[in-house]
């Protein structure tokens, strides 16, 4: 009789703490946010609650002193030459690890699985000497072939799951009547990967914007992605506006939700857990 009415007490209790810690965090997130996005319109804040004027003048400061407009432009190149490259590599491998059965496939997934295990800058420093031994140091394209190596395994892993649950009676169909390799996938697998793709692709764009670690390692002046801007504002020798800075790191916030909006809106964030579960039994 004890333990009947001790656990339902223990179950709410514990019940109670988790959301009091998710609430507690998810209060602290958007105080620290809700700090920025003000320092970044207020003309002196010092001390009090609230700043003792407003102005937007840091955003345009901002612009100007750290060229956001270059690098913005770098940032843009960078994630959409990383999802061109995704999808133009990583489509194909996942339908052939997802078909084909060959010696090592386990290995050549692990292989696969260790980028987004391992912390970037444990492959991240050797990456960047080979790239600097290339003449890719500092450049445009060390970057996206930097930011490609967590991202290309991303995209494989993402996409096996949707390959392995189309029917392949679909494609044996289409090669009946005369239809070769290249034109199976253009009109009958791409068509139904088309969801899983985009919502793979669109989640790499997330990822690659937020990529710190590789990027910073092999970026150049010319180079860097607004997120290394960033760091470097805040890093940097001299004195500066704390409102400017403040302004340089809504920019990115806005940047980074608008795109994760639109990834929302293509997937739900437990679909891919649910096709993956489904994937074995297919």
Do not use: C
């Not at 890719?136 to 649950?165: D, R």
């Not at 940097?236 to 916030?253: F, K, N, T």
């Not at 795109?259 to 096709?275: C, E, S």
């Amino acid at each position: 009789m004890v333990s009947r009415i001790s656990r339902p007490l223990s179950e709410r209790l514990w019940s109670t703490a988790v959301w009091a810690l998710t609430i507690f965090f998810v209060l602290n997130l958007l105080a620290v946010i809700a700090a920025v996005v003000v320092s970044s319109f207020s003309t002196r804040w010092l001390g009090t609650w609230l700043p003792q004027g407003w102005t937007g003048r840091w955003y345009n400061s901002a612009w100007e002193e750290f060229q956001l407009g270059g690098v913005l432009l770098v940032t843009f190149q960078v994630v959409f030459g990383v999802v061109l490259l995704s999808a133009v590599i990583g489509i194909p491998a996942a339908y052939a690890l997802a078909r084909r059965d060959f010696p090592g496939k386990k290995l050549v997934t692990l292989l696969f699985l260790l980028p987004l295990l391992v912390p970037p800058v444990t492959y991240g420093i050797p990456l960047t000497t080979v790239l600097y031994k290339a003449g890719l140091g500092s450049t445009l394209a060390g970057v996206i072939i930097a930011n490609l190596v967590p991202a290309l395994p991303f995209v494989i892993l993402v996409m096996i799951p949707f390959v392995e649950q189309i029917d392949p009676r679909l494609e044996a169909a289409a090669r009946v009547f005369g239809a070769r390799t290249g034109s199976v996938f253009r009109h009958v697998l791409i068509p139904l990967l088309l969801p899983g793709a985009l919502a793979a692709l669109l989640l790499v764009l997330v990822r690659t914007i937020a990529m710190f670690e590789l990027t910073f390692l092999i970026a150049g002046s010319d180079s860097q992605t607004l997120v290394v801007s960033l760091y470097a504002a805040v890093t940097a020798s001299g004195v500066r506006a704390p409102q400017s800075v403040d302004a340089m790191a809504v920019i990115y916030m806005l940047s980074t939700l608008v795109w994760l909006v639109i990834a929302l809106r293509f997937i739900n964030p437990t679909q891919m857990v649910t096709r993956v579960k489904k994937a074995p039994a297919h």
